[in-house]
């Protein structure tokens, strides 16, 4: 009998050290593999585009002088209509959990 791979593998831990490079390079202020505007094509996409709001947290957490990127200040904002609704959110984590 087999064991099933989730038993096997460790949860990833939700650190600043384990967001997408791009994402990371973006909220620090070093735009890198982005588009003309300077948005990485992971702040664009779903699922990511749903989950900036998370990431952005755990960012903030690591760095708490941070500032969101321009155009992103809503990411501070937890009251701004720019965040996704829960069940969206939701949807957005099963599919970026997919993968993995």
């Given amino acids: 009998m087999t064991a099933r791979k989730s038993t096997l ?3 990833r831990s ?3 050290e384990n967001l997408p490079r791009s ?12 588009d003309e505007s300077g948005v990485p094509w ?6 990511d585009h749903e989950l ?8 903030k957490e690591a760095h708490p002088d941070a500032r ?6 809503w990411l501070d904002d ?4 720019m965040h996704p609704p829960a069940w969206l959110l939701a949807e957005a984590r099963k599919c970026a959990n ?3």
Avoid: C, D, H, V
């Avoid at 994402?23 to 982005?34: D, K, S, T, Y």
């Avoid at 900036?52 to 960012?59: A, D, F, S, T």
């Avoid at 937890?78 to 209509?81: E, G, R, T, V």
């Fill in 9 to 11: 593998r460790p949860r």
């Fill in 14 to 16: 939700t650190n600043a």
């Fill in 23 to 34: 994402l990371a390079a973006w909220f620090a202020g070093e735009p890198r593999g982005a």
């Fill in 42 to 47: 992971l702040a664009l996409i779903f699922p």
């Fill in 52 to 59: 900036l709001p998370e990431r952005w947290l755990i960012w």
């Fill in 68 to 73: 969101p990127p321009a155009g992103y200040e």
């Fill in 78 to 81: 937890p009251s701004s209509p």
């Fill in 98 to 100: 997919r993968g993995k």
